[in-house]
């Protein structure tokens, strides 16, 4: 069974930055298309960004350039660096990936970005 481990989430003021990561423990990482997701509070649960195995990354409308999704290979990670954030960028960040982008999930990780 596949295990994706989410860290980095927390507390940072409108402005700042944070920087995600997933580790995964699976031996075909390279081959995972990997991505993030968010769920606000009383909210669908949305993709924010994913990366195929070839590197190709795709981002939803709301990210507007302010977030990099990256991946490693080497340390089956993926890595989602959050800049500019928003109070509405608060959320729990969820990481999926596989063979399927769907196949397996995170916990999650909570990130508020409050004064």
């Known amino acids: 069974q596949v295990q994706l481990v989410e860290s980095g989430g927390g507390l940072v003021q409108p402005g700042g930055s944070l920087r995600l990561s997933c580790a995964a423990s699976?031996?075909?990482?390279?081959?995972?298309?990997m991505g993030w997701y968010r769920q606000a509070p009383g909210k669908q649960r949305r993709l924010v960004a994913a990366?195929?195995?070839?590197?190709?990354?795709d981002y939803a409308d709301f990210v507007e350039g302010r977030f990099t999704i990256s991946r490693d290979n080497a340390k089956n990670t993926v890595y989602l660096q959050m800049n500019s954030l928003k109070p509405e960028d608060t959320a729990v960040y969820y990481c999926?990936?596989?063979?399927?982008?769907?196949?397996?999930w995170g916990q999650g990780t909570q990130v508020t970005v409050s004064s």
């Open positions: 990366i195929t195995s070839g590197g190709n990354v």
């Open positions: 999926t990936g596989g063979i399927g982008l769907h196949d397996y």
């Open positions: 699976a031996r075909s990482f390279r081959d995972y298309v």
